[in-house]
């Protein structure tokens, strides 16, 4: 897969390929990164790509042939993108289910902002517009190394263990269950005796519920009734009961 972003700051991308799965997957020509500036397009000698909005008011706003220009460009790579996203607060809130639709692309573009954003009429000529959560951060170039992150994840070979993402949370719908590693006990606290069972029923059973507690608990928007066992569903109202005796 290829993933190329636009940003007015390519420094501040590139060392964060420079590390870790990113790097690994990159050198494994299992993903390829280009990133490239967009203040290639600026047409001017001080590299200026923003102008003051019409209507006036605070900020400026990034010119509309700048990104057109970069569009353009990318548009000629071979293979071209089959997805261009714009990283905007305005745009669709990112889920799983966007990164699992973006990581079946063999090419997205990814154009980060600055300032108040690009130009409306440039805005129109993406496929999409994303934002990675209702805050506004100083420019997209975190956003576009979220949506990268994200999606390389899935890719197949990146992850060392093929499956592991299929149980993280969103993806099974629920949250993640609680995780424990050595030592057995810590500060008093032991791990739950089931997880040193050895009886792998016992085990998926015990972290489907917790998955499902803690989901329940934290996000119960996310719990679609349908998705779950006759057993599951009793067993949540079965908690949710007791809880709200607790809480009497
Ligand atoms: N005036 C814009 C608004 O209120 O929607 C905010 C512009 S923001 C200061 C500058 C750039 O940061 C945006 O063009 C976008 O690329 C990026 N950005 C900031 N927050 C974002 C978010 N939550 N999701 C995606 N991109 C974001």
Redesign the pocket.
Same mark, same amino acid.
């Given at each position: 897969m290829i993933v190329t972003i636009y940003t007015l700051f390519p420094n501040l991308v590139e060392p964060y390929l420079q590390e870790a799965i990113l790097a690994r997957a990159i050198h494994e020509g299992k993903l390829t990164v280009q990133i490239r500036d967009l203040r290639r397009f600026a047409g001017n000698a001080s590299g200026r790509v923003d102008d003051a909005p019409y209507g006036g008011g605070a /900020?400026m706003v =990034?010119r509309p042939d700048v990104v057109t220009a970069a569009l353009n460009e990318v548009t000629q790579d071979e293979p071209p993108p089959n997805e261009t996203v $714009? #990283?905007? *607060? @305005? %745009?669709e809130r @990112?889920t799983q289910r966007t990164m699992e639709d973006l990581a079946t692309q063999t090419h997205i573009c990814l154009?980060?902002?600055?300032?108040? %954003?690009?130009d409306a009429r440039a805005e129109s000529r993406f496929d999409r517009h $994303?934002? =990675? %959560?209702?805050?506004?951060?100083? %420019? /997209?170039e #975190? *956003?576009a190394l979220v949506v990268l992150e994200a999606v390389a994840r899935l890719l197949p070979g990146v992850l060392g263990d093929e499956d592991s993402h299929r149980h993280d949370s969103f993806s099974t719908g629920l949250l993640d269950h609680p995780q424990y590693t050595r030592p057995a006990v810590f500060e008093g606290e032991a791990v739950p005796d089931v997880l040193t069972s050895g009886h792998h029923a016992n085990v998926a059973q015990w972290r489907r519920r917790t998955a499902l507690e803690r989901t329940a608990k934290v996000r119960p928007d996310l719990i679609d009734p349908k998705k779950l066992t006759p057993d599951e569903r009793a067993w949540l109202t079965a908690l949710q009961h007791n809880n709200n005796e607790d809480d009497a």
């Open positions: /900020g =990034i $714009l #990283l905007t *607060p @305005a %745009g @990112a154009v980060a902002g600055r300032y108040e %954003g690009f $994303l934002s =990675i %959560g209702d805050y506004v951060l100083m %420019g /997209g #975190l *956003p």
